[in-house]
């Protein structure tokens, strides 16, 4: 059976839909960085997603291939993911949307080195006629975090963030982002199959403890 991050390690990517803090370890990612509004037709997320996924599957179908991954083991894709933030300010303004700043990512195994994703660029841009080139290999140490599961649309997520800032606050801790440390958001559902309203996403914000804090 494939191995499956999301089963796998379900408090990363199945929290409850209240705050929950956890402490996250070092993943490598592939990544596509970018600036503007996600909706946007054929715009420049659009295309980051089809890069993204492009260079995800070469790898995952590696085996297929003449060129061996040592360590390689069938595996789920993982859901995409992004790191998003604004000029400006710690938060997120979700009524403008061209302002976002943001990096596009899906989690690789473990076993994938720099050497091999340079080899899954390259023939991804080759076979899918696709420039992959602004693909980036990631490592992201992402620490100590408040998560939860928001269900609904996207525009809504500012109820879900509202809850997360009232927990840490009643909990001793607050928000601790910045420009390395970003809003996180793990996109669970399949939004060409399933209504807004029913969509899940996992939120996580960066945090640390207020103790001791001048």
Same mark, same amino acid.
Request: glycine residues 6%; aromatic residues 12%; contains cysteine.
């Given at each position: 059976?494939?191995? =499956?991050?999301? !089963?796998?390690? !379900?408090?990363?990517?199945?929290?409850?839909?209240?705050?929950?803090?956890?402490?996250?370890?070092?993943?490598?990612?592939?990544?596509?960085?970018?600036?503007?509004?996600?909706?946007?037709?054929?715009?420049?997320?659009?295309?980051?997603?089809?890069?993204?996924?492009?260079?995800?599957?070469?790898?995952?179908?590696?085996?297929?291939?003449?060129?061996k991954?040592?360590?390689?083991f069938?595996?789920?894709?993982? $859901?995409?993911?992004?790191?998003?933030?604004?000029?400006?300010? =710690?938060?997120? =303004?979700?009524?403008?949307?061209?302002?976002?700043?943001?990096?596009?990512?899906i989690?690789?195994? =473990?076993?994938?080195?720099?050497?091999?994703?340079?080899?899954?660029?390259?023939?991804?841009?080759?076979?899918? !006629?696709?420039?992959?080139?602004?693909?980036?290999?990631?490592?992201?140490?992402?620490?100590?975090?408040?998560q939860?599961?928001?269900?609904? $649309?996207?525009?809504?997520?500012?109820?879900?963030?509202?809850?997360?800032?009232?927990?840490?606050?009643?909990?001793?801790?607050?928000?601790?982002?910045?420009?390395?440390?970003?809003?996180?958001?793990?996109?669970?559902?399949?939004?060409?199959?399933?209504?807004p309203?029913?969509? !899940?996403?996992?939120?996580?914000? $960066?945090?640390?403890?207020?103790?001791?804090?001048?």
């Open positions: 059976m494939a191995f =499956d991050f999301k !089963k796998e390690y !379900k408090e990363f990517y199945m929290p409850k839909s209240r705050p929950e803090i956890v402490t996250v370890p070092p993943a490598n990612f592939i990544a596509v960085r970018g600036e503007g509004d996600p909706n946007e037709e054929s715009g420049s997320y659009q295309k980051a997603i089809s890069v993204l996924y492009a260079v995800a599957y070469t790898l995952k179908m590696s085996y297929k291939t003449d060129y991954i040592e360590g390689f069938d595996y789920v894709v993982p $859901p995409l993911e992004g790191f998003w933030r604004q000029e400006g300010t =710690d938060g997120m =303004d979700y009524a403008n949307k061209s302002a976002f700043l943001w990096t596009s990512v989690r690789l195994p =473990d076993f994938v080195t720099q050497k091999d994703f340079n080899w899954a660029v390259k023939t991804a841009s080759q076979k899918k !006629k696709l420039d992959c080139t602004g693909a980036q290999f990631l490592t992201i140490d992402e620490g100590l975090c408040v939860i599961m928001h269900v609904g $649309p996207f525009d809504s997520e500012p109820a879900s963030v509202a809850l997360m800032d009232e927990y840490l606050t009643a909990n001793g801790y607050r928000n601790d982002m910045n420009d390395a440390r970003q809003h996180h958001e793990i996109y669970m559902s399949d939004a060409r199959k399933i209504p309203s029913k969509w !899940k996403t996992v939120i996580r914000h $960066p945090i640390k403890r207020v103790e001791g804090e001048e």
